[in-house]
């Protein structure tokens, strides 16, 4: 199996940080459903965030994954593996946590994400 993740990834020029993302569409309403629907709502929040920089998942280079329950840690790697196809894979951190904001997410996502160059 390969990993979902790199050890170490090297960034090349400036960084954008993007806050937890949680599973909420963006009229608001939470994401009901299990782990794989939450997982791909905050994955394409992250994508929504790093658009108007002109970046996507392929320049995330590090993932923070806060988990409610690691028993949906099978289901976040499903999602991982069809969303971040790209090499190297970001750096990744997971931590199992006891809570968040709202009782009905099952996960929360933050991404650190190079910019492309962009030519004058």
Not at 31 to 56: F, K, M, S, W, Y
Not at 59 to 79: G, S
Not at 94 to 103: H, K
């Amino acid at each position: 199996m390969s990993k979902s993740y790199s050890p170490a990834v090297v960034a090349d020029g400036p960084l954008v940080f993007v806050s937890g993302q949680v599973p909420e569409a963006a009229d608001g309403s939470v994401v009901e459903g299990d782990a794989t629907a939450q997982a791909r709502q905050v994955l394409h929040n992250i994508e929504e965030a790093l658009a108007p920089h002109g970046a996507d998942l392929r320049h995330v280079v590090k993932l923070t994954y806060y988990l409610r329950h690691i028993a949906d840690l099978p289901a976040l790697r499903a999602v991982l593996a069809e969303r971040l196809v790209h090499h190297p894979r970001p750096a990744a951190t997971l931590i199992e946590v006891s809570g968040l904001l709202d009782s009905r997410y099952l996960l929360e996502i933050d991404a650190v994400a190079t910019l492309p160059q962009r030519t004058s």
